[in-house]
């Protein structure tokens, strides 16, 4: 655990997103929508991919897989 701290008692971004993999991971993105799916792969610029994903407003959007640029996403929230 002591490896996933970077000395000021919060994980880093990285080791959270690795510690997410298979698990679903919501995604907030620059353009409002809230989109949940199973973390299958990232990387060092926050690309995500994510299978059965679904964008979730009044009415859920069922998309699959997706992969989602870095520079577009606001914030990861692991768990759902």
Do not use: C
């Not at 979730?56 to 997706?66: F, P, S, Y």
């Amino acid at each position: 655990m002591e490896n996933e701290r970077n000395g000021t008692g919060t994980a880093r971004p990285l080791d959270v997103l690795g510690n997410s993999l298979e698990k679903t991971i919501l995604v907030k993105t620059k353009h409002g929508e809230d989109i949940t799916g199973q973390l299958k792969a990232f990387d060092s610029h926050i690309n995500v991919w994510l299978d059965d994903a679904r964008v979730n407003g009044e009415k859920e959007i069922r998309l699959g897989t997706v992969l989602i640029r870095g520079d577009s996403i606001v914030y990861i929230s692991p768990g759902k």
